[in-house]
């Protein structure tokens, strides 16, 4: 068999959805530098961090599986 390097699909899709998740992508940058100063590490941005993977995960999914079948 040739020496072919087998790239994962899901990588490429997730960079070109990225682009049209930016309101959850800004949510989140402005949470982290809202908390930034936290000394006490009580608070996070673990929501809108999901939220936003949320977002390309909806993209990639039906273009993923598509290739896939």
């Known amino acids: 068999m040739a020496d072919v390097e087998v790239v994962d699909p899901k990588k490429c899709l997730e960079e070109s959805c990225k682009p049209k998740c930016v309101k959850p992508l800004l949510e989140y940058q402005a ?39």
């Open 31 to 69: 949470c982290v530098k809202r908390i930034q100063d936290d000394e006490s590490g009580h608070k996070h941005c673990t929501g809108q961090y999901f939220d936003y993977w949320q977002c390309v995960d909806k993209c990639v999914g039906p273009k993923l599986f598509a290739e896939l079948k």
